[in-house]
């Protein structure tokens, strides 16, 4: 048996959108992300098939967070996520491509209120906190 062989296929070789969502959200929850929130945007918006909301407790927090999945983001998929927002740390956007991430400090995140924007009838489906 070689090496190659004995590799298992990655988790993003499926479901490429759906194994990136769940990279996100286990990066948010081991980083203690509070109340994220998943939007989908699957067949209702082009930009992406899900969009990830949560808030940092702290500049530093969010900053840290950020750094963090762009990394992850990287080292996983092989792909760098572009990025906005991290010198400030109050409202930071990571745009991974099929999956758009918010993180906010909880005073800006409740200012615009992206959860609402974003609803399109459908209530935002919260992420189980573990």
Known sequence: ??????IKPRALDADP????????LKSLD?????????IPLAGKSSIADHMVIASGRSTRQVASMA?????RIK???GRAARIEGLPTADWV???AGDVIV????PEVRSFYNLERMWNF???PAPVAEV
């Not at 750094?67 to 990394?71: E, G, M, P, Q, T």
Request: zero cysteines.
């Open 1 to 6: 048996m070689t090496a190659q062989s004995s």
């Open 17 to 24: 959108s759906a194994a990136l969502h769940e990279l996100v």
């Open 30 to 38: 081991d980083d203690q992300a509070v109340e994220t929130v998943t």
């Open 67 to 71: 750094a963090k999945l762009v990394d």
């Open 75 to 77: 080292a996983e998929t």
């Open 93 to 95: 956007l990571i745009d």
């Open 102 to 105: 918010h993180l906010f400090r």
């Open 121 to 123: 009838g459908d209530a």
